[in-house]
């Protein structure tokens, strides 16, 4: 995973947490191309960090943001984050499945996959995490998105 994503350098192997608990919230952001326009959703970030059993839980909720016909929305719907792991490469990145459907007015997104994500400063601050170029479904049409999360430590 690139620094990019919002510039923060990755939280020393020997700073990741070996036990407990962690609360990260922030904020989403998915980009649909949903034919003519593309469509940039901006929402809410909870995950939720176990170090004592492994896992990595949360919810993207509260999207807003421009439908395909590049009007102002909200979205219902949830998409949420399960079967996570940690250290899958190195001691400070983590991984997790999610999946849900968000839906305004003439519009549904139905999206799945794989983020990428990883821990955050030293001493451990935040998280940030992505899936690009994952198949999407807008209005039953496959097509290309981003989601993209990133976290603070509560």
């Known amino acids: 995973m690139d620094d990019q994503l919002s510039g923060f350098s990755r939280t020393a192997w020997d700073e990741v947490p070996d036990s407990g608990t962690a609360s990260f919230s922030g904020y989403a952001t998915l980009v649909v191309d949903t034919a003519p326009a593309v469509s940039l959703l901006i929402g809410n970030a909870n995950i939720n960090i176990n170090f004592d059993n492994p896992g990595v839980i949360g919810s993207l909720t ?3 943001g421009s439908d395909s016909s590049g009007n102002l929305e909200e979205y219902d719907g949830t998409i949420a984050v399960t079967s ?5 490469f190195r001691d400070n990145d983590f991984y997790a499945i999610y999946g849900g459907s968000l839906a305004a007015p003439g519009d549904s997104i139905i999206i799945s996959g794989e983020l ?3 821990f955050v400063r ?3 601050q935040g998280i940030q995490a992505k899936d690009t170029g ?21």
Do not use: I
């Open 84 to 88: 996570g792991t940690l250290a899958r």
């Open 116 to 118: 990428e994500g990883e």
């Open 122 to 124: 030293t001493p451990l």
């Open 62 to 64: 509260n999207f807003v």
């Open 134 to 154: 994952v198949v999407a479904s807008h209005n039953g049409t496959s097509t290309l998105a981003d989601l993209k999360v990133v976290g603070q430590l509560k």
